[in-house]
Structure formats: C-alpha cells, structure tokens
C-alpha cells in the first residue's frame, strides 16, 4: 500500500518570503500522480498544483513551485512571495494512474502560518 | 457553475443513533469519493464511485458504514449506531471520467460530524 509523510506539523513564514514544505511517499509503483492541496478554515479542499510521474520536468503554478525527486520519493511545495491568504493546511496526495479506484492517499498535512 | 454541495454542514448526535450525510457533486462528474477527516489522522479514504461499476469499499473502517450513490448523481452516506470515534470531518469529492485525464477531484465543504 502506498503511503505519504509529511514530516513538519507546523510551519511558519514571513509575508513576502519563501517557504518550502517536505512530503516523500512510499510506492512500488512507477506511474503515478502527485498533489498539493490547501485546505483553508472553511475546510474546502483546494488543488493547489499536480505533478505527473513520467514528466521530469517540475510543475509550477504562478508562485507555487515542485521539487519532484523521483528516485528519492520526495515531492516538496515551494511557496514564493508568501501571502497572508496562503496560511492554511497543506496536504500533499498520491494518487495511482494504473486505472482501477482513483482514490487519492493523503499525509497528514502541514499547517502553514504566515506572519505578517 | 455549482461545486460540490454537502449537507448538513454540521451535525450533532447522541451516541448510537444513526446519520445520513448527503452529498452533491458537480453536475456531469461521473466519480465520487467519500473521505474522513480525523483529528490526527489526516483525510482518509472510505468509497469511490464510478458510474454503474461496482463500487469501491475498501476503505469503509466497519459495517456501521455504508453509502449509495442514486442514479449517478447525489450520494448518502450513512453511519448506524454512531460512536464517538466517528467525529470528524466527511467530505465529498466528485471528478469527471476522462480516459487521459489525472482527473482532478473537486471537493465539497464537509459535514463535521459530533457524537457526543
């Protein structure tokens, strides 16, 4: 079964600077997905950015960034230029492309803060 | 267009009664996930369903839980005989089938469950 780690409960940042959250995955697997996903207060979930497994290159989504390490199974978000609205929960998920259930397993998240 | 609607949003029950929680996905999405939000332990999977194909139960932690999913649209998920390790937080997801897409799951709000 596959299984996802996020090794930092909590995180904290400045307004307007970087901050990096961690997330490695265990998987026999070799096809795959990958997703970040903020969870504000109001508790929806939102698809922050996704990652294909087969593409070596790291996805980006305006101030959001990956560090897709394949080999090592680690997949971190990079946040640029923080925002007061970027605090929230961040869940990072891995989701199989080898057809059947599409159920995504998810780690236990990150709670980011971002101080102004 | 309309997201992803759950009701209730929060519900409130004594310890082993049963509970209905409704969910709606988007209109068209074919896919449907059911997931439980415990403190401490992260989102978790219970149910997919795809279409007519039989669903997928594997994540349904006992036989207290079920779910059904009419006419390939809104989903119930019901939890008899409530107890207090069932608080959380039940969110829905829908996603469209496309056959070369990473099928992006949208999530609902949540119904944040109490048992008292």
């Known amino acids: 079964a596959q299984t996802v780690t996020q090794s930092q409960p909590e995180m904290s940042v400045q307004e307007a600077e970087t901050v990096t959250l961690s997330c490695t995955y265990d998987?026999?697997?070799?096809?795959?997905?990958l997703f970040w996903y903020k969870q504000p207060p109001s508790r929806q979930m939102i698809l922050v950015i996704r990652?294909?497994?087969?593409?070596?290159q790291n996805a980006t989504e305006n101030r959001f960034s990956v560090n897709f390490q394949k080999a090592a199974k680690s997949f971190s978000l990079k946040i640029s230029d923080s925002q007061l609205g970027d605090a929230a929960m961040y869940f990072c998920?891995?989701?199989?492309?080898?057809?059947?259930?599409?159920?995504?397993?998810f780690g236990k998240g990150t709670k980011l803060t971002v101080n102004p | 267009g309309a997201g992803v609607s759950q009701s209730p949003s929060n519900k409130v029950t004594e310890k082993g009664k049963d509970v209905e929680l409704r969910c709606d996905p988007i209109?068209?999405?074919?896919?449907l996930y059911w997931y439980r939000q415990s403190l401490g332990q992260g989102l978790e999977f219970l149910i997919y369903?795809?279409?007519?194909?039989?669903?997928?139960k594997s994540g349904l932690p006992s036989d207290r839980f079920s779910a059904e999913r009419t006419g390939g649209s809104v989903s119930t998920l019901t939890i008899q005989r409530t107890q207090q390790e069932d608080s959380a937080v039940y969110l829905c997801?829908?996603?469209?089938?496309?056959?070369?897409?990473?099928?992006?799951?949208?999530f609902g709000p949540g119904t944040r469950l109490t048992v008292l």
């Open positions: 209109s068209g999405h074919t896919a």
């Open positions: 369903f795809q279409g007519n194909s039989a669903p997928d």
């Open positions: 998987t026999s697997e070799s096809d795959y997905y």
């Open positions: 990652q294909e497994a087969y593409k070596q």
């Open positions: 997801a829908s996603s469209p089938r496309r056959a070369s897409s990473y099928n992006e799951q949208f």
């Open positions: 998920a891995y989701r199989s492309a080898q057809g059947g259930s599409e159920k995504l397993v």
